[in-house]
């Protein structure tokens, strides 16, 4: 399963979820947009941070928004095609 968080590097709320994150267990990637600029378009960010698992954009960060929590993450996380497949 690939985890990746897309943010800036000046995100502020990086740091949380990455720690939500560890919480639960899972391993991660951190990419910063500012260096790729690819990424960014490819998934269409406004705003960080933002989760991609397994190459799907399961959360999008926008300043009414508030980060996912332990429950939240852990179902995107379960939600992905590799974690249904370690289940059956």
Same mark, same amino acid.
């Given at each position: &399963?690939?985890? $990746?968080?897309?943010?800036t590097k000046n995100c502020? @709320?990086?740091?949380? +979820?990455?720690? *939500? +994150?560890? =919480? $639960?267990?899972?391993? #991660?990637?951190? !990419?910063?947009?500012? =260096?790729?600029?690819?990424? &960014?378009? !490819?998934?269409?960010? @406004?705003?960080?941070? %933002? +989760?991609?698992?397994? *190459? %799907? $954009? ?11 929590? =332990?429950?939240? $993450?852990?179902? #995107?996380?379960?939600?992905?095609? #590799?974690?249904? !497949?370690?289940?059956?």
């Open positions: &399963m690939d985890i $990746l968080i897309l943010a502020s @709320h990086r740091p949380t +979820l990455e720690k *939500g +994150l560890q =919480d $639960l267990g899972v391993n #991660y990637q951190v !990419k910063y947009v500012e =260096d790729d600029p690819d990424a &960014m378009e !490819k998934y269409q960010i @406004h705003n960080s941070p %933002n +989760l991609v698992v397994d *190459g %799907n $954009l399961v959360f999008r960060a926008s300043p009414l928004k508030s980060l996912p929590s =332990d429950s939240e $993450l852990k179902d #995107y996380i379960n939600q992905s095609p #590799y974690a249904k !497949k370690q289940k059956s």
